[in-house]
């Protein structure tokens, strides 16, 4: 049981360039979130979704895309990576009885010069 | 809207000493509310938690009480250990999204 796992770990794009970060998780969890964490900031919520086939925006969805074709994964694609996306993000799943109880990957750190 | 504020830190206390960091959300409806707990290199993980108004969250010696009247959240602990030492993160639950506080680090001296 591996729990939420994310590729990769860092990364470096130049401003233009575009990447998906990938999450998948082995507990069968109808939810899952993508967040970003900005240094010394909280975690801000970008989409999430409710289950496979549907998704939502969350606080900050601009520059990113998502989709949800499994349970299992939910990748987050950043089509013109800009510097305001440097950041580490955090995908993080819960089950539909026990939402709140999120489990979280260990985060990619994403640099973008 | 929705938003949680958090006391900014660092927080530095010696071990065995009275943790206490404040947390104030706002909110529409019926939020749940968090506290989440975040080591170095690590991703958040879930702390406590209380679902309703006058509800306490208790885990590994700390204590939140939702406060409906006053829109607080505060964490306690009675006597802190080193192993605390980490980051501490408020979060209200609301249709479906999750807001998080901006943390704040606790820092304990042996």
């Known amino acids: 049981n591996a729990g939420v796992t994310q590729t990769p770990k860092f990364r470096i794009l130049k401003i233009g360039q575009s990447m998906t970060l990938q999450c998948t998780q082995d507990?069968?969890?109808?939810?899952m979130y993508w967040y970003r964490q900005d240094p010394g900031m909280g975690l801000k919520l970008i989409y999430y979704?409710?289950?496979?086939?549907?998704?939502d925006k969350g606080e900050v969805p601009n520059g990113y895309n998502v989709s949800r074709s499994t349970t299992e994964d939910f990748p987050l694609r950043l089509e013109l990576a800009a510097p305001s996306q440097t950041s580490v993000y955090f995908c993080?799943?819960?089950?539909?009885?026990?939402?709140?109880?999120?489990?979280f990957g260990p985060g990619t750190r994403l640099l973008v010069l | 809207g929705n938003s949680v504020t958090q006391m900014e830190g660092p927080v530095t206390l010696s071990e065995e000493a009275f943790l206490t960091i404040n947390c104030t959300y706002t909110?529409?409806?019926?939020?749940?509310l968090f506290w989440y707990v975040q080591y170095p290199g690590e991703g958040l993980q879930l702390l406590l938690k209380?679902?309703?108004?006058?509800d306490k969250g208790s885990n590994k010696g700390f204590e939140a009480t939702y406060r409906k009247e006053t829109t607080s959240f505060h964490l306690e602990k009675g006597s802190v250990q080193v192993s605390d030492s980490a980051v501490y993160f408020c979060?209200?639950?609301?249709?479906?999204?999750?807001?998080f506080g901006s943390g704040t680090k606790l820092n304990v001296k042996p």
């Open positions: 993080a799943s819960s089950s539909y009885s026990a939402q709140e109880t999120q489990y």
């Open positions: 507990m069968n969890h109808n939810y």
């Open positions: 979704s409710v289950g496979a086939g549907i998704t």
């Open positions: 909110a529409t409806g019926y939020p749940s």
């Open positions: 209380a679902t309703k108004a006058d």
């Open positions: 979060a209200l639950l609301n249709f479906n999204k999750f807001y």
